[in-house]
């Protein structure tokens, strides 16, 4: 069974780069078979796709967030990454990454303006 699980800090603040990580066990992020995800869902709102990473490091993103998102992966320790630039307390949300099949617990981030 695949486990996944976000990291990061969870108190950021406005105009800084909001970073998390996600660590997948019981397999691997180089699988052809998985898309890797971030969604967060901000408070009293529904899910909103930011972005996925492929097996084969192609990325894509949501284009109301493309300017300011950034999807990685650490194959070395299974990880793959965001980073969200200038922060706004729009950005306050639980972020939960996925590969649409088993997602993490989700971490809670909050922008402080």
């Known amino acids: 069974q695949v486990q996944l699980q976000e990291s990061g800090p969870g108190l950021v603040n406005a105009s800084q780069t909001l970073s998390l990580s996600c660590t997948v066990s019981g397999g691997s992020i180089t699988s052809m078979y998985h898309a890797w995800t971030w969604i967060r869902q901000p408070p009293g709102k529904g899910l909103e796709w930011i972005g996925v990473?492929?097996?084969?490091?192609?990325?894509y993103y949501a284009p109301s967030l493309k300017s300011r998102t950034s999807i990685s992966r650490d194959t070395s320790k299974n990880q793959f990454s965001l980073q969200l630039t200038s922060v706004a307390p729009e950005d306050t949300a639980m972020y939960y990454c996925?590969?649409?099949?088993?997602w993490g617990q989700g971490t809670q981030v909050t922008v402080s303006s």
């Open positions: 996925t590969n649409w099949i088993y």
């Open positions: 990473i492929l097996y084969d490091d192609t990325t």
